[in-house]
Every structure is written in structure tokens, then in C-alpha cells.
């Protein structure tokens, strides 16, 4: 269902600001929850965002609006360059899913009166580079999306998960968009640390296009949002194997299965000319 009006100070406020291109205030949370951990066990790479404790959110967030964040699976892994050091070259990325972690308004001392019941309509989805090998440019067009429905029942905090299955040759984005808030006072939003963060990593879009999420927050050189990707190097489709599982033909085992192959060969032409 699609709302066109929002009865809260955090609404009328962002409204405000759209008008004079100011940059919004995010919200501080009140006790701030921990990161989730990923499950034991998990197979290939997972490249989690965060890089600190959480501290943030934004209740503003209009039906529609948008969170976007940059994943690269050829990070180091280490604080700041989140990955699993994985490389492009002859490979490709196949995507299993992604998470991310919202709250309610409870989560911040419900500022609107926010009771934390209703739900949220809400779709993650996969972005290319709007300009290949720039993530400066932000997010193109959504190659893949899931849209489900979250149940708020005043928990706080939520970790939203959803299967994916795109398959990618670099850098992209996973998003966010919040698609419906019922009742409509009952806002559900991404969260994010208080560590600096470059420019390109993550973006916001609140209806009037993709911002950079450090020209779009006051002080939103801080914050990585809480979300992980996952999935898994693979074989470029129709290209070589990776160096890593190419096979050596000048190894013992190998140069054993090829001799073996020669005199199967030369068996058959000896029966043949029989």
C-alpha cells in the first residue's frame, strides 16, 4: 500500500530538508545492539560491512527509501577493506544471500511515539556499477531483488536475511529499500557504526536519487552500515580456470594420467589395423 503522508517530526523535518538539499541528522541509538555473528560452518565468502560498534539509524526514512552498499569480495578482509580476498581474475562471483540488521523506533526511545508493532514491506536487491569500476557513481539498475515482509513486534532490532542468486564479475552493491510502513508512524531503518568511512562505499536514496551517504547524513563520513553478503568464487563462464585450478600438466600424477591415455590410444589403433 502506498502512503502519502507521514504524521511525525522526523517526516516533516526530512520533507524540509529535501526542499533546501540539506543533509539529515541520523538518530543515536539508545542501547546499542551488538553485531550479529555470522553462523559457524559457513562455506565460501562472507564480507561483513561493519568495522565498529553500532551507533546509528534514521526513523526519516520515506516509503521507498534506500540503502545501498558497495561489496567487494576482493577486500582484504582487514578493518576498512571489508572481503575475503578473493580475486576476478578468470572468476566470477556467485552470490548466496545477504543480511541486514534494522530497528524500530524502541530501539531509539520511540523520539515519534513509535510503538514498534506493524510491519514493513522491504526489498533487497543487487546493483551493478553505475559506471563500471567506479563505485563513486553509485548503483545502477537492480539485476535481482527479493521483496518480504517483516513483522515488528517491538524486539528493536531485526536481522533480515534473503536467498540470492545473481552471478558478478566485480564490485557491486546490495540494497535495501523500505517499500511500505503500516501503520505508517512505525519506521523501520538500517543501522550503521561510528567509523570513518571513504566516499563510494555506501549511498542514499529518499526519493530524489542516489547521494553519496557522506553528502547525505550530517557527519556521514562516519558509519559503515551492518550487513553482510555472501557466496563464492567460481569459474568465469566460457573462460580458463583460475591459476589456483588450472592443472599442472608437468606434475607426477599428471604426466602419469597422460601416458596412461597415450597407450589406451595406441591400443585402439594396433586393434584396428587387426
Given at each position: 500500500m502506498s502512503k502519502k503522508y507521514k504524521y511525525s517530526f522526523a517526516a516533516v523535518a526530512l520533507a524540509a530538508s529535501s526542499l533546501s538539499l540539506a543533509q539529515v541528522t541520523a538518530d543515536s541509538l539508545v542501547n546499542a545492539p551488538a553485531v550479529p555473528e555470522q553462523p559457524s560452518g559457513v562455506i565460501g565468502c562472507v564480507v561483513d560491512n561493519p568495522q565498529g560498534s553500532i551507533t546509528s539509524g534514521f526513523l526519516g526514512w520515506s516509503e521507498g527509501g534506500t540503502h545501498a552498499v558497495l561489496v567487494d569480495p576482493t577486500g582484504t578482509g582487514?578493518?576498512?577493506?571489508?572481503?575475503c580476498a578473493g580475486s576476478f581474475g578468470g572468476q566470477q562471483f556467485r552470490l548466496s544471500g545477504a543480511t541486514f540488521l534494522v530497528a524500530d523506533g524502541t530501539a531509539f526511545s520511540s523520539p515519534n511515539g513509535e510503538t514498534g508493532i506493524g510491519t514493513t514491506t522491504y526489498t533487497i536487491s543487487v546493483?551493478?556499477?553505475a559506471t563500471p569500476g567506479d563505485p563513486t557513481a553509485g548503483p545502477a539498475a537492480a539485476i535481482e531483488s527479493?521483496?518480504?515482509v517483516l513483522n515488528m513486534d517491538a524486539s528493536a532490532t531485526y536481522n533480515l536475511a534473503a536467498t540470492l542468486e545473481s552471478v558478478v564479475t566485480?564490485?557491486?552493491?546490495?540494497?535495501?529499500?523500505?517499500?511500505?510502513?503500516?501503520?505508517?508512524?512505525?519506521?523501520?531503518?538500517?543501522?550503521?557504526?561510528?567509523?570513518?568511512?571513504?566516499?563510494?562505499?555506501?549511498?542514499?536514496?529518499?526519493?530524489s536519487g542516489f547521494v553519496d551517504h557522506t553528502d547525505f547524513f550530517n557527519n556521514g563520513n562516519l558509519g559503515w552500515v551492518v550487513m553482510s553478503a555472501s557466496g563464492d568464487f567460481e569459474p568465469l563462464a566460457g573462460g580458463p580456470l583460475p591459476e589456483s585450478q588450472a592443472v599442472n600438466v608437468n606434475s607426477p600424477w599428471a604426466m602419469a594420467i597422460l601416458m596412461m591415455l597415450v597407450a589406451g590410444f595406441g591400443l585402439v589403433i594396433v586393434r584396428r589395423a587387426i
Open positions: 582487514d578493518p576498512g577493506d571489508p572481503g546493483h551493478p556499477l527479493v521483496q518480504q566485480g564490485p557491486f552493491f546490495v540494497a535495501i529499500t523500505f517499500n511500505d510502513f503500516e501503520p505508517n508512524s512505525e519506521v523501520a531503518t538500517t543501522l550503521w557504526d561510528g567509523v570513518a568511512r571513504p566516499l563510494g562505499r555506501q549511498f542514499a536514496d529518499n526519493g
